[in-house]
């Protein structure tokens, strides 16, 4: 997915950007040395995602994600990536821009400067793809559908190695909730719950496509669910049972009562 939202991201950054072929210097002809450069007449023809710019991102991407995302590595001066890439200042300045849009890397200036690989933001990333969902008008029946089938997923395979910090973990959660929906009411909370079971699952992946859906989910709800002691009420105590279900070792009971409240919450969902 980490892939695909980057992609996403770079269509609207480089469409924004009018690469011509005056943007390729001289010495990045075919005969310069320089390898996996796009012709000139091809890049004319495709445009698109296959602009110059863009394919430097991608390559630049595909780099630091071959060298396992080596955080604080320096991939080169901006000659150095000049050379490597075969493209014009402008060009090779574009491409950077969309690696820092997508906190793969950074340009770092001075003497020791040069492109340094970031650690990724997982914030920018999880609100890129809920704003991507909500904007391609996700269905209700469907957001819920494959919600539910992901945290299906997660109480299993947490079930399957909940040990003793990760059940305190679970407690301390519900108590924490309950004592914030006592003087805030539902507010921001009532998914939080959600997010620590896709976490303690252990499946990143999981912890990943979760925690999209809850922000989707949670933007789609704001007005609509009531924010009074008594819902706040019953959404802590249903997530208190499904808690309690999975602690006592029933994954059934548990992913019961976790389809039961999302079908529930799904009338507050436009």
Known sequence: MMHSIMSTQREFVASSSEEVESDVPNDSRPGSGIDERMPEAAVAKTGGSTKLADRVATRIEAEVMAKKWPVGANLGSESDLIAQHGVSRAVLREGIRIVESHNVARMRRGPSGG????????????????????????????????????????????????????????????????????????????????????????????????????????????????????????????????????????????????????????????
């Open 115 to 270: 492109l340094i690989v970031t650690e990724p933001n997982i914030e920018s990333v999880l609100a890129s793809a809920a704003l991507y969902l909500d904007f391609a008008s996700v269905r209700q029946q469907d957001l819920f559908a494959v919600r539910t089938a992901l945290e299906f997923t997660c109480l299993r395979q947490l079930s399957e190695n909940l040990d003793e910090a990760k059940i305190a973990r679970l407690r301390e959660a519900i108590a924490d909730e309950g004592r914030v929906m006592k003087t805030e009411g539902v507010g921001a909370h009532n998914s939080d719950l959600h997010v620590l079971l896709a976490e303690l699952s252990g499946n990143s992946a999981l912890r990943l496509f979760v925690d999209v859906l809850v922000r989707l989910t949670q933007q789609r709800a704001k007005q609509n669910i009531p924010n009074d002691p008594e819902t706040a009420g019953v959404l802590h105590h249903t997530h208190s049972r499904i808690v309690e279900a999975l602690i006592d070792g029933d994954l059934a009971v548990a992913q019961h009562r976790l389809a039961k409240h999302l079908e529930a919450m799904s009338a507050y969902y436009r």
